[in-house]
């Protein structure tokens, strides 16, 4: 057996394509989608992610409030501007780059963005109503997880996921998510962690295997079982004196040993990177089909 890859970029593509068609209906009516954005201090990780956000916004039409605050700027004044983009009905999603400053209290923060407008899904407010299978804004990551799986045409329903990380970024929610009665759901999920003993006596009984431990190779070829389908959420800088950079990015697994026994796998770079972009947008856009229908 040859795994076949999961081209996420393809994935995101398409879906992103259907987003702009969404946003051309809204501009028809004379709500232009807008993401606010608050970047503090010049961490190269973060600003090279906002400026893909950025981009990405520019390519199906949304507006982008981009606001780049220097990395001494008070606790006060960034809770300042989150509370101005609260009030701005032009603003339908608000993106506070994380991680903030040592001396930022970024739960804070968190908290006094509007749950109208968490696009990032990170809100106790957010996440309860997911917790409860309600409308919500889905965590971006976890999110284009999912939808990884449904657009390569896995069987979700009845299907065994083992998820490897319980972070509250990624492993909790995407558990939850596919734990869900619902059409994207009703998966058996079992969450390991590294207080788990032997988890590959958990992995190989699984359908699908999705690895967010931020730690790489942590699941190898014979932690799975023949034809599982392996979804990599991790991303890990790899020292590698031969790139320009001097590292590479390897997921959480073992992506080469994994392709002869695998039947569906996903790339690192290429495969849940390019959704969490994506699903940030999507979220954008559903916050602003609800400003359209005066929901908010």
Not at 186 to 213: E, L, M, S, Y
Request: charged share 25%; aromatic share 4%.
């Amino acid at each position: 057996m040859t795994a076949r890859i999961i081209d996420g970029k393809a994935v995101a593509g398409k879906i992103r394509e259907e987003l702009r068609r969404d946003v051309e209906i809204l501009k028809a009516k004379g709500v232009t989608p807008g993401l606010g954005v608050i970047l503090v201090g010049d961490n190269p990780a973060s600003i090279s992610y906002v400026t893909a956000k950025e981009r990405a916004c520019e390519e199906i039409g949304i507006f982008s409030d981009d606001h780049r605050l220097p990395a001494d700027t008070p606790q006060k004044d960034l809770l300042a501007w989150v509370a101005r983009m609260n009030a701005d009905p032009k603003i339908d999603g608000i993106l506070v780059q994380l991680p903030l400053q040592r001396h930022h209290d970024e739960e804070q923060v968190l908290l006094a963005v509007s749950p109208d407008k968490d696009v990032d899904g990170f809100h106790p407010v957010s996440v309860g109503k997911m917790m409860l299978g309600q409308e919500t804004f889905l965590p971006c990551t976890p999110h284009g997880v999912v939808q990884l799986l449904i657009h390569s045409g896995v069987k979700l329903d009845g299907a065994h996921v083992v998820v490897v990380g319980r972070s509250n970024i990624v492993g909790k929610p995407v558990a939850n998510m596919l734990l869900q009665k619902s059409p994207t759901g009703n998966a058996t999920v079992t969450i390991c962690h590294t207080r788990t003993p032997d988890i590959g006596k958990f992995t190989r009984q699984a359908d699908i295997v999705i690895a967010a431990a931020g730690k790489p190779n942590t699941i190898t070829a014979d932690m799975i079982r023949e034809g599982a389908v392996v979804i990599d959420v991790g991303v890990n800088r790899i020292a590698d004196p031969l790139r320009k950079s001097g590292f590479r990015l390897a997921g959480d697994v073992d992506f080469e040993g994994m392709l002869g026994k695998a039947s569906l796998i996903t790339p690192v770079p290429g495969g849940v990177g390019p959704m969490t972009i994506t699903m940030l947008l999507f979220n954008t856009v559903m916050s602003a089909k609800r400003r359209a229908r005066g929901e908010r």
